[in-house]
């Protein structure tokens, strides 16, 4: 029997990015809507929207080279 460790690896890591989102918008602005109500809430989310924009410019950067870097290495 064999394991795929890349497998098992990139499963990890997706499984804690979704549990890392899930806590950042649904506990993290559940608590201020609980606390602070509605008007708080939405402005949490769109901070919290516009924090993770360099987070996600930068994976897109990085998928990009990825994918130039397999392109190049293909040839």
Same mark, same amino acid.
């Given at each position: 029997?064999?394991?795929?460790?890349?497998?098992?690896?990139?499963?990890?890591?997706?499984?804690?990015?979704?549990?890392?989102?899930?806590?950042?918008?649904? +506990?993290?602005?559940?608590?201020?809507?609980?606390?602070?109500?509605?008007?708080?809430?939405?402005?949490?989310?769109?901070?919290?929207?516009?924090?993770?924009?360099?987070? +996600?410019?930068?994976?897109?950067?990085?998928?990009?080279?990825?994918?130039?870097?397999?392109?190049?290495?293909?040839?």
């Amino acid at each position: 029997m064999t394991r795929d460790l890349r497998k098992y690896a990139h499963q990890t890591n997706v499984r804690l990015i979704v549990g890392a989102l899930f806590l950042i918008f649904v +506990i993290g602005d559940g608590l201020i809507y609980y606390f602070y109500g509605k008007g708080a809430a939405l402005l949490g989310l769109f901070c919290i929207l516009a924090g993770l924009v360099p987070v +996600i410019l930068t994976m897109f950067v990085l998928v990009f080279l990825d994918w130039i870097r397999k392109r190049v290495d293909h040839d």
